[in-house]
T-cell receptor
Framework: KAGVTQTPRYLIKTRGQQVTLSCSPISGHRSVSWYQQTPGQGLQFLFEYFSETQRNKGNFPGRFSGRQFSNSRSEMNVSTLELGDSALYLC????????????FGPGTRLTVL | AQSVTQPDIHITVSEGASLELRCNYSYGATPYLFWYVQSPGQGLQLLLKYFSGDTLVQGIKGFEAEFKRSQSSFNLRKPSVHWSDAAEYFCAVGAQSGYSTLTFGKGTMLLVSP
């Protein structure tokens, strides 16, 4: 079956702009989690959505938001971009419990100039 | 709050030699533990996971890991490394059953020399 897909794969934005990233989970998966990966901070949890509800949230400012649609596809939005938001943004999908394997997408590489 | 420490940022191993990557976690209860691998330009792939039971866990690609509660460790091992194993390896802990949230270590970059 098809894996987790993320679009776009690469993005270049300037400070102050906003950006929307998309994640399509594996068919049947109801949980989508988002992570930010940077060389300095490593992988940090942003939020998790399950059946269109945000179930858990990491320690990120309110500029980072997300949502999940009825088909489990998820988007995350970053408003008022800062240079420090440059990162690889990964999403992962699973059936929903921690014991279920999480499958990661290839990520979206965001560069903020 | 839970945390994960991977003490080695880089490790270089000769092809055919054995490998051990270290992982220490901090969590008050029984943790859910994971090892992931990330190749350049790709997402993370699950190698193995531990929830309970046998403390020696077998994974894909010939990897295994051993959970040692007394040492708060979950080290990853492989008896013979192949050049294709060169990648970054992440240990992670999950602490809230019912959620899918993982806390990752900073990763260990494995280099394989010929």
């Amino acid at each position: 079956k098809a894996g987790v897909t993320q679009t776009p794969r690469y993005l270049i934005k300037t400070r102050g702009q906003q950006v929307t990233l998309s994640c399509s989970p594996i068919s049947g998966h109801r949980s989508v989690s988002w992570y930010q990966q940077t060389p300095g901070q490593g992988l940090q949890f942003l939020f998790e959505y399950f059946s269109e509800t945000q179930r858990n949230k990491g320690n990120f400012p309110g500029r980072f938001s997300g949502r999940q649609f009825s088909n489990s596809r998820s988007e995350m939005n970053v408003s008022t971009l800062e240079l420090g938001d440059s990162a690889l943004y990964l999403c992962a999908s699973s059936l929903g419990d921690l014991t279920d394997t999480q499958y990661f997408g290839p990520g979206t590489r965001l560069t903020v100039l | 709050a839970q945390s994960v420490t991977q003490p080695d940022i880089h490790i270089t191993v000769s092809e055919g030699a054995s490998l051990e990557l270290r992982c220490n976690y901090s969590y008050g209860a029984t943790p859910y533990l994971f090892w992931y691998v990330q190749s350049p330009g790709q997402g993370l792939q699950l190698l193995l996971k531990y929830f309970s039971g046998d403390t020696l866990v077998q994974g894909i690609k010939g990897f295994e890991a051993e959970f040692k509660r007394s040492q708060s460790s979950f080290n990853l091992r492989k008896p013979s490394v192949h050049w294709s194993d060169a990648a970054e390896y992440f240990c992670a802990v999950g602490a809230q059953s019912g959620y899918s949230t993982l806390t990752f270590g900073k990763g260990t970059m494995l280099l394989v020399s010929p």
